[in-house]
């Protein structure tokens, strides 16, 4: 709790620093002072706007990457088990040509096996 009032009392001696020397600015360098206020708040809102923007289009991009490789995932997972189904085929083929006495078959030219 003491800490709490520690730092309350910090904020409050940084505000007052602050505000002291505003009371004895003319009429002019008020508004000066303000003008500059305002400005840097609109160029505060700006950077977040434009922030906020990138972070849509990042977000976008990272859902159409994600969707990008779990398609190309799909498509690896075809593709293994085509392999593992072409390994297995040939190498039943050649088990089949080695028991038999005539010339191994081309892959894909003989009658495909039931499942």
Known sequence: ????MSLGTRITEFIQRVIDPTQNLSVDQLRAVAALAVCASLLILSVCASSRAKLRRAKEELGEARAF???LQAQHE?????RTVTQTLRAARK????????????????????C
């Open 1 to 4: 709790m003491e800490q709490l």
């Open 69 to 71: 490789s779990e398609e």
């Open 78 to 82: 075809v593709e293994r088990r085509l």
């Open 95 to 114: 088990a089949r040509s080695s028991e038999g006495s005539g010339p191994p078959e081309r892959l894909g030219t003989g009658p495909l096996p039931s």
